[in-house]
């Protein structure tokens, strides 16, 4: 099992930059919610699921990534079967059906995993047919395999995190060498879709627009971006992030600051301790603080590429690719709503914000790619991943 394995290439940076983040998080997330009745133990759950996260992640460093490509359609099977059963019997909180109750484990939100899902089994296609990746029939059996994922979680809805496994579909297949005619294809099929919102929206009046909007918050959060005068009530909530993060200034107001200026202690930032976890981050790290948690981010992610380079194979440099995309994408989706930069999209801070499933979930794709880095290029001929079946 551990016949290939490099123990010298094991990456440490990687390991200390997660557990960096992850201890600036429960501090974030205790100052966040010391305050309130409802969330004061919340900081003791997150530690509770970093220390189940960093268990996985040792165990997933362990068992060969190879292994795991193996065992694909039993990931696929179960993934599909958790995200039905969200959708026929989940539990439903702020009109999106997400979350559902298992035995002996508890409340769990299944699409925090389905990215996981959805980057092994692709990566296990990939590795596959990297010689025929510009086949249309490939590009079907793609569509039929990330597909009814993608579908399930935007019928929750949950149309941030659907748009970032788009993205990270797209960037895994780019790194597989798609031909550009069918990427400049899909961008082109794109171009429609734009044009009719852009159509519809200024083909309505005002009244007509906040009518469809109490109706469709996500329509609501969009519009709300662009006339934010016209939907207060959906705006204020990033007004007040922007509000904060700048009160900040350079050294921030100190962690688990009393003072009375404070927007956090004023309860004028709502979920502070998930989506908006940077705001408390600005408030009371500063600038300074800011940049570290992004620096760590960013160096988190230049790691993974690197050992997505160095990946023995196509299906490993996969891998790396479309978890070190999964990071990259959530920080930037959640820094710029947090920095009123796009709509409300409600993604949480990768390793930093609450939340159980994203905590474990995140830190078993660490151990995937690290997993990766202790196999690098060898060379014996290539393996492929559906060989075996």
């Known amino acids: 099992m551990f016949e290939n394995y490099h123990l010298k290439n094991l990456n440490i940076r990687i390991i200390l930059y997660v557990l960096t983040l992850s201890i600036l998080g429960v501090l974030l ?47 696929y099977i179960i993934d599909m079967a958790l995200l039905l059963l969200t959708h026929f019997a989940g539990e439903t909180n702020g009109g999106a059906k997400r979350w559902v109750k ?41 569509i039929l395999m990330v597909g009814p994922h993608i579908f399930l979680v935007l019928l929750q809805p949950d149309l941030s995190t659907t748009i970032l496994m788009c993205v990270i579909v797209a960037l895994m297949l780019y790194v597989a060498k798609l031909s550009y005619r069918v990427i400049f294809a899909c961008v082109g099929a794109a171009v429609p ?46 007004q007040n992030s922007v509000m904060a993060i700048g009160s900040g200034g350079l050294f921030g107001k100190g962690l ?5 200026e ?65 990071y990259a994408m959530q920080a930037f989706f959640n820094i710029a709503v947090a920095t009123w930069l796009m709509p409300n999209t409600g993604l949480p801070l990768p390793f930093i914000s609450y939340g159980l499933s994203s905590i474990i979930s995140m830190y078993m794709s660490i151990g995937i790619v690290l997993n990766v880095g202790l196999q690098r290029k060898l060379k014996e001929k290539e393996h492929t991943v559906f060989s075996d079946l």
């Open 29 to 75: 997330i205790y100052s966040a919610t010391n305050k309130s009745t409802f969330y004061a133990n919340y900081y003791k759950r997150q530690i509770f699921g970093i220390c189940v996260g960093v268990a996985a992640m040792l165990v997933m460093t362990l068992i060969s990534y190879k292994l795991v490509l193996k065992l694909w359609p039993v990931i």
């Open 102 to 142: 298992l035995p002996l484990i508890g409340q769990i939100q299944p699409s925090d995993f389905t990215k996981l899902a959805i980057v092994v089994c692709l990566a296990a296609l990939i590795g596959y047919f990297k010689e025929k990746i510009n086949k249309p029939f490939v590009w079907l059996l793609i």
């Open 193 to 238: 879709v734009v044009g009719y919102f852009i159509f519809f929206i200024l083909s309505h009046s005002m009244e007509e627009l906040q009518e469809l909007a109490a109706k469709n918050y996500q329509l609501k959060r969009i519009l709300s971006f662009i006339w934010p005068n016209q939907f207060q009530d959906s705006i204020y909530q990033q």
């Open 256 to 260: 688990n600051t009393t003072t009375f």
């Open 262 to 326: 404070s927007v956090k202690n004023g309860n004028f930032i709502s979920e502070s301790h998930t989506d908006f976890i940077f705001t408390i981050a600005g408030e009371e790290l500063g600038f300074v603080g800011c940049i570290i948690i992004i620096l760590l981010l960013l160096l988190l992610v230049i790691e993974c590429l690197f050992i997505a380079k160095n990946a023995d194979t196509t299906a490993g440099r996969s891998i790396c690719v479309g978890f070190a995309t999964m």
